[in-house]
């Protein structure tokens, strides 16, 4: 498998090399490059993943080099690195589309996990994008979904809704397909030659939702040095698809209500209605009219959008679908690794019917993917996919299984056993939030609020 590159650009020798030493040692290729010019020029003799990008150099600024780098590989990934005193500066670079930030002294524990949840997303996006093309053909969509009565039902469901306009709530588990089901709505609407733009809104600093949602005029804020369009305008005719919107705040579920019912958006700093005509498509992990009740998220907004709703089961309870995504995900590493791994052994497809999943589709797309790299035959054996001990979907030795209190609903012993779990994942990581938002497959966003309103 290709090493994934990393160009560090800075103008501090000794930065560049002891920065080098750690992301080396972390099994990255490096590259350097003390300007913002040999910067450029290197991205197009290298073509790395991810640029970390000091925000002063001594030819240009951080915004300016990026700008130039995007040019070259417009889905190059860039992490800014700032002073304290330059943080505001970092996170106008955010809303220029660099992917995040970290300030000098930084941990080097939470710069790798920014870097690995950098390029994860990356290769997601990526992987959704090689998707994308291939949903046109039904069967491929059944394969990959599975053939469980459960999932044909939803593939009717989304045969049904998909030609109309109306709005659909996609609820399910992280990992579920919710993002897949979404294109497969928009591939067979009558918007499907118009764009499918996403948001994730877990991902969104709050500062720069409204920019983002709504775009912007030159002189809107410090550093808006042009007009941008937002994500209305740029999915103009075509499908919005609001992932994770239990996240938005107050006000922009305010705003966002607004548009829904007008059908139009003003800039930061403009004064020009514009009128917009976008499907909206939105996803949950969590339960929205439960996310209502809570006072986390606007009723009037919930009804408006509630539509038509889809519920993604997660993996386990559609256990007969198992076997089928286990054969499409090792053909595709096949393609993908040059290899021709043909085979599961029996005591490797027990240990996959027996694993708890729960990170679902996603995880276990990852699991057989790292499995046909590691294979050293033409058999998937039980060491090649797991490296721990392999938690029960019974739950029999689990520390978390416990009586259940019989006084209590179905969503206090979920969020009972969701305290459980998250507890453990903070001390497994020494009280390290980022970290154990890495262990338990959560956008830290969504870990901190989490945390938040369960007082931990």
């Known amino acids: 498998m290709k090493m994934e590159t990393i160009l560090i650009v800075d103008d501090d020798q000794d930065f560049r090399f002891n920065l080098s030493t750690i992301l080396t040692g972390a099994g990255y290729e490096v590259r350097t490059a ?26 240009m600024d951080g915004i ?20 304290y005193g330059d943080v505001k500066g970092a996170v106008l670079a955010m809303k220029m589309g660099v992917h995040d930030y970290i300030a000098k002294p930084f941990d080097e524990e939470e710069l790798i996990l920014i870097i690995q949840k950098a390029l994860e997303t990356r290769s997601l996006s990526q992987e959704v994008e090689r998707l994308r093309t291939r949903l046109g ?8 979904m599975g053939k469980s009565p459960r999932i044909q039902q939803i593939l009717k469901q989304v045969e049904i809704i998909a030609p109309t306009n109306m709005t659909v709530v996609l609820q399910g588990a992280s990992g579920t397909g ?12 009558r918007r499907r030659d118009r764009p499918f733009v996403a948001v994730d809104c877990g991902a969104l600093p709050e500062t720069l939702m409204e920019s983002e ?22 999915a103009q005719g075509g499908t919005l698809f609001l992932d994770e919107i239990a996240n938005l705040s107050e006000a922009i579920q305010m705003k966002l209500l607004r548009v829904l019912q007008e059908r139009k958006v003003r800039h930061l700093g403009g004064q020009k209605e514009i009128n917009v005509d976008v499907r909206i498509l939105v996803a949950s992990n969590f339960l929205l009219s439960e996310q209502v009740r809570l006072g986390r998220f606007r009723e009037d907004l919930f009804h408006r959008l509630n539509e038509f709703q889809i519920a993604l089961p997660r993996l386990t309870e559609r256990m007969e679908d198992i076997p089928v995504l286990a054969k499409y995900f090792r053909e595709g590493a096949n393609r993908e690794f040059h290899k021709d791994v043909k085979h599961f052994s029996p005591e490797a497809m027990k240990g996959i019917l027996h694993y708890a999943w729960p990170g679902n589709v996603r995880e276990f797309m990852n699991i057989i993917r790292r499995a046909v790299l590691l294979a050293d035959s033409d058999t998937i054996e ?18 978390t299984a416990k009586p259940l209190d019989k006084g209590a609903s179905f969503e206090e012993i979920t969020r009972n056993f969701e305290m459980d779990v998250i507890r453990k994942a903070l001390k ?24 938040k309103s369960m007082n931990i």
């Open 34 to 59: 003390s300007t913002g010019h040999q910067a450029i020029k290197d991205v197009a003799r290298c073509a790395p993943s991810l640029a970390l990008l000091d925000f002063r150099l001594p030819d």
């Open 64 to 83: 300016k080099v990026f700008e130039g780098m995007r040019k070259i590989d417009r889905d190059l990934i860039a992490i800014m690195v700032t002073g």
């Open 137 to 144: 053909e039904s069967r491929d969509v059944e394969d990959f």
């Open 178 to 189: 919710k993002e897949l089901i979404a294109r497969r709505i928009h591939y067979l609407s």
């Open 213 to 234: 949602f709504f775009g912007y005029e030159k002189g809107a804020f410090t550093g808006a040095d042009g007009r941008k369009d937002g994500r209305f305008e740029q």
């Open 382 to 399: 039980l060491d090649q996919l797991f490296m721990n001990p392999i938690p029960s979907t019974s739950g029999a030795n689990d520390e």
């Open 428 to 451: 497994e990581a020494g009280g390290k939030k980022a970290k154990a938002a890495e262990l338990l497959k959560l956008n830290k966003k969504t870990l901190y609020r989490k945390l």
